[in-house]
């Protein structure tokens, strides 16, 4: 009879840690949101078809971000999401959609043509896209207002298409809509 109390105990006490530890995950995750949210979003200079791309490019103007890397499932989930996303903002002059990788330059011109992304896809040092991303998870949206203030942030994602379209165009898109 001992052996069945202590299994009890220990499935208990699993499930028990279970809990805590998605409650200590998601108050990590509220935590970091918070910490983010009014900040100005950090100083970059990249390159953009040969072209110097800084935070002076996107004054003025609401700005969708989104951190990304080949070999993510839930980054390449919403690519179609995020696709759709640009597109029923791309004519409105107060909007800009801005993709940091850290893939290489060839690599952004294979997959920007595989998945039709027509946004602006900026190609940047691994260590660089943690610093911008606040090193936080993959994949990052972040929308900024027009003063480049950070007022959203999102990190981590769906594998499932349709739960990432979804999310993309519930939760990032209102959050686009209201600082325009």
Not at 25 to 37: H, N, P, T, Y
Not at 38 to 44: S, V
Not at 54 to 63: A, C, E, L, R, Y
Request: aromatic content about 14%; hydrophobic content about 40%; charged content about 20%.
């Amino acid at each position: 009879m001992k052996p069945y109390f202590v299994l009890i105990f220990l499935l208990i006490s699993l499930i028990t840690y279970g809990q805590q530890q998605q409650i200590d995950f998601d108050s990590l995750v509220s935590a970091r949101q918070k910490e983010s949210i009014g900040k100005p979003f950090p100083l970059f200079k990249a390159l953009l078809h040969n072209k110097t791309f800084t935070n002076q490019d996107i004054t003025g103007k609401v700005v969708f971000i989104n951190f990304w890397f080949a070999n993510c499932p839930p980054c390449i989930a919403e690519l179609d999401a995020l696709n759709e996303l640009y597109k029923k903002l791309k004519t409105n002059k107060q909007f800009e959609f801005v993709s940091f990788t850290y893939e290489s330059p060839k690599t952004v011109q294979v997959l920007a043509k595989k998945y039709r992304m027509q946004y602006k896809i900026i190609s940047l040092t691994q260590q660089e896209c943690y610093r911008l991303n606040q090193n936080n998870a993959f994949p990052t949206s972040i929308v900024l207002d027009k003063n480049g203030m950070i007022q959203f942030i999102s990190f981590g994602g769906k594998t499932d298409k349709a739960a990432a379209k979804k999310m993309v165009l519930t939760e990032y898109y209102q959050q686009v809509l209201k600082q325009l």
